[in-house]
Nanobody
Framework: VQFVESGGGLVQPGGSLRLSCVASGFAFSSYGMSWYRQAPGKERELVAGISISSAGRNTNFLDSVKGRFTISRDDVKNTVFLQMNSLKFEDTAVYYC????????????WGKGTLVTVSS
């Protein structure tokens, strides 16, 4: 099992970034997928989740990112995306993906994450 996150970077408040996570080693299309983040000195938290395609690709979001972030998936490319708009200082964190809709279904496996820094 492997998760490879990318797309992070330095962005000004109000800016946008699109994160990608390529997953391998498991039946991607059979799992919900989710994004997590961990800010310095804080615990990892669930940011967004998306269910499997056959279940309608339902989504859920952390309250603080609702209306600003969207999550999507490409089952052909085994990739999950996180589009982040109207970024705020408090979105600064390392972002990770994992399987599962609302909790890490493959929690023994984590990628290196991708760092998002929101700064002026």
């Amino acid at each position: 099992v492997q998760f490879v996150e990318s797309g992070g970077g330095l962005v000004q408040p109000g800016g946008s970034l699109r994160l990608s996570c390529v997953a391998s080693g498991f039946a991607f299309s059979s799992y919900g997928m989710s994004w997590y983040r961990q800010a310095p000195g804080k615990e990892r938290e669930l940011v967004a989740g998306i269910s499997i395609s056959s279940a309608g690709r339902n989504t859920n979001f952390l309250d603080s990112v609702k209306g600003r972030f969207t999550i999507s998936r490409d089952d052909v490319k085994n990739t999950v995306f996180l589009q982040m708009n109207s970024l705020k200082f408090e979105d600064t964190a390392v972002y990770y993906c994992n399987a599962g809709y609302s909790r890490p279904a493959l929690g023994d496996y984590w990628g290196k994450g991708t760092l998002v820094t929101v700064s002026s």
